[in-house]
């Protein structure tokens, strides 16, 4: 069986070598002056990453003439499709106005407008360029506002990149003790007073999350969680762990923080709206900039407070050359003003029946996979078992995975390597048939290759 899936998968490779020998070429340039060739680990695929001719709508164009159906978009970003002529439009004339000056523009206070009117936890909202800074600054913004210092973050949630989110994001199965869940650093010497300050819990685990919490109460600033679990394949986290979180971090005194760097996609409120679950503080990222860098944090006034050089509770100097710059503001506005109602019910009625359509087939295949997701997002698991967190999640099998996201890649369908994805407003029932029809074949190929 296994002998079948690596040949299956050694077929599927050779196939994108011959489909993409110009970026090979490329490749082998970049990596003479990037570690890997690259800038960002996420833009890493095996064998090697085709480079990018052009893209518009809902394709990328890479330099060898494939096309590619985007799922990935940018890692969800991308929810108005590639090159939208209403961003390029407003990227277009604000360019020529000047690309950022250290003084505010309208533009800052348009986005602004938007976010706070629409995200049920923010009063007050200040961006960042990147939704790594986000969690940093609202992190510390609860160590100001609770005067307390340690955090507690979720095995498996990924918040960035800054050392104090970068705790059991991705550890390794030997690494992971079964009984409980003490933080495993992400990183060879990583000073252990970051592990004393970080508490990790475990998603959907009522009575160990409980206990963690109450025994750290008095020390915890924070609880940063995601809604929807992006690294688990866009799974919705059960109603009844949110509310207890919400509420016990209400009683505690610990700040919420929702991280909808992600979920945010999932309609005009956020996940905080569809789940009405209301946080302390918010992070956002991806979609509201328009495809430009972008980040933003925001929430109750009385925390916010922290961040206004007028007030008498000024505690947080939040400098940042590009913070709120106009590129990215325009083209936020741009794209948050084209997202109405109508485009999030579309969008998610588009999911519900791609999510339906994706398990039919594995229903009839008789494969198992946990089909996730919610909303625009999908995520498709090689696993037999229903998945509810960092532990069960990391059980799909790695080796079906890879074949399928092959598969897709040479067929002109591209996911997230862990084959999750995201919906753009242009999509409609014919590219999420297609889409399918492919996981269709391939999953056929998988099932043989295990009867073999
Ligand atoms: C949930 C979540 N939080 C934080 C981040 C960090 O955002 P950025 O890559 O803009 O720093 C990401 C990025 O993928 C994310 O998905």
């Keep these: 069986m296994q002998k079948e899936l690596n ?34 680990t996420t833009q890493w695929m095996d064998p090697y990453p085709f480079f990018v001719d052009k893209a518009e709508g809902m394709y990328i164009h890479d330099i060898d003439g494939n096309s590619y159906l985007d799922f990935m978009l940018n890692a969800t970003t991308l929810i108005l499709g590639h090159a939208n002529p209403k961003i390029v439009n407003a990227l277009t004339s604000q360019v020529g106005e000047g690309t950022v000056y250290s003084v505010p523009t309208d533009g800052q206070t348009k986005l602004a407008d938007i976010l706070v009117d629409r995200i049920p936890s923010m009063d007050k909202v200040r961006f960042t360029n990147s939704g790594t800074e986000a969690t940093m600054m ?29 705790v059991s994001v991705y550890p390794k199965k030997s690494d992971l003790n079964p009984e409980t869940h003490p933080g495993v650093p992400e990183y060879s010497f990583q000073p252990p007073s970051i592990l004393e300050d970080v508490i990790v819990l475990p998603y959907n685990n009522i009575d160990k999350s409980k206990e963690l919490i109450t025994k750290y109460k008095d020390d915890l600033s924070c609880i940063i969680m995601e809604p929807i679990i992006s690294n688990f394949g866009y799974l919705p986290l059960d109603l009844d762990f949110i509310k207890f979180i919400r509420d016990i971090t209400e ?25 009405n679950i209301t946080p302390d503080m918010t992070t956002l990222g991806k979609i509201i900039g328009g495809g430009l860098p972008v980040g933003a944090f925001g929430g109750k006034e009385e925390i916010m407070e922290l961040f206004d050089p007028t007030s008498d509770k000024y505690d947080i100097a939040h400098a940042g050359t590009f913070n709120g710059n106009p590129l990215t503001m325009e083209a936020g506005v741009a794209v948050m003003s084209n997202l109405n109602q109508k485009e999030f019910d579309q969008m998610n009625a588009l999911g519900e029946k791609l999510r339906h359509k994706l398990r039919s087939v594995f229903d009839e295949i008789n494969l198992g996979v946990q089909v996730t997701g919610y909303g625009s997002l999908f995520g498709i698991n090689f696993n037999n078992q229903k ?13 079906m995975t890879k074949i399928l996201f092959t598969y897709l890649r040479n067929n ?41």
């Design 387 to 399: 998945i509810v967190d960092y532990r069960t999640f990391i059980e799909n099998d790695s080796g």
């Design 412 to 452: 002109g369908v591209l996911l997230q390597l862990k084959n999750a994805g995201a919906l753009n407003v242009l999509m409609s029932e014919k590219e999420m048939d297609y889409f399918v029809d492919k996981t269709r074949e391939i999953s056929t190929q998988i099932k043989d290759s295990i009867n073999e």
């Design 7 to 40: 040949n299956l998968l050694d077929h599927e490779t050779k196939k994108y070598l011959e489909k993409t020998k110009s970026s090979l070429i490329k490749h082998k340039a970049a990596t003479e002056v990037m570690p890997g060739g690259n800038t960002r």
């Design 251 to 275: 009683e505690l005194g610990i700040v919420l923080i929702f991280d909808e760097i992600q979920s945010f996609r999932v309609s005009r409120g956020g996940a905080q709206e569809s789940f």
């Design 138 to 166: 609202a992190i510390m913004a609860s160590r100001s506002f609770t005067k307390k210092t340690k955090i507690a973050k979720f095995e498996g949630g990924y918040h960035g990149t800054h050392d104090h989110v970068s």
